[in-house]
């Protein structure tokens, strides 16, 4: 199976949102609310921002919220910060058991 | 506060076997309600889920198809930790793995709520 995809960069000022795409399949994305998103910052591991299309770990900020529909799955971020400047992962299950990554979004925060 | 510590070598031959460990604290390699990855990233696959390990009565492992006639996966309980064995590799294994925790205690187990700090492997001779 491959990748799921998304796009190379995004990016925005402070204050802005952005939205990050992660389109999959009716195999994955689309076929179960289970996507979850990552930020990852350089020389990092990965951190959970977004489980479940739309859930939020505690201790994550409100500015991140997810959301799906049909084969795509989105992650937003708003009121965009310095420290939001990273790589992002989106990850879906794709049936048992497997699960698919996205290739990543650098986010860029002008 | 729980927390993952990885061991284990940064350069394998071609050929040979790349063995690592995740040692667990504050949780339990045996809980019945999680299950234990491994999960590598390099920059020509990206991410990739290879395996996990958990207990439910007895032992259960999950396999990527990509790995899956290389690697093992095997749950320490004496040392509260679990390891992974890929066998047979080549420059293609070179990567950053990583073990982590699913999310179960957040109710979902198809997400990873807990990453250990990472190893960097290089297969080369």
């Known amino acids: 199976q491959s990748a799921l995809t998304q796009p190379r960069s995004v990016s925005g000022s402070p204050g802005q949102s952005v939205t990050i795409s992660c389109t999959g399949t009716s195999s994955d994305v689309g076929g179960y609310n289970y996507v979850s998103w990552y930020q990852q910052h350089p020389g990092k591991a990965p951190k959970l921002m977004i489980y479940?299309?739309?859930k939020r770990p505690s201790g994550v900020p409100d500015r991140f919220s997810g959301s799906k529909s049909g084969n795509t799955a989105s992650l937003t971020i708003s009121g965009l910060q310095a420290e939001d400047e990273a790589d992002y992962y989106c990850?879906?299950?794709?049936?048992?058991?497997?699960?698919?990554f996205g290739g990543g979004t650098k986010v860029t925060v002008l | 506060q729980a927390q993952l510590q990885q061991s284990g070598p940064g350069l394998v031959k071609p050929s040979q076997t790349l063995s690592l460990t995740c040692a667990i604290s504050?949780?339990?390699?045996?809980?019945?309600?999680?299950?234990w990855s491994w999960i590598r990233q390099s920059p020509s696959r990206g991410l990739e889920w290879l395996g996990r390990t958990f207990y439910r009565s007895k032992w259960h492992n999950d396999l990527a198809v990509s790995v899956k006639t290389r690697m093992t996966i095997t749950p320490d309980t004496s040392k509260n930790q679990f390891s992974l064995q890929l066998n047979s590799v080549t420059p293609e294994d070179t990567a950053v793995y990583y073990c982590a925790r699913d999310a179960s205690s957040v109710g979902s187990p198809f997400a990873f709520n807990l990453w250990g700090q990472g190893t960097v492997v290089t297969v080369s001779s």
């Open positions: 990850c879906s299950f794709a049936g048992y058991y497997n699960l698919l």
């Open positions: 479940d299309v739309i």
């Open positions: 504050g949780d339990s390699v045996s809980s019945s309600t999680t299950a």
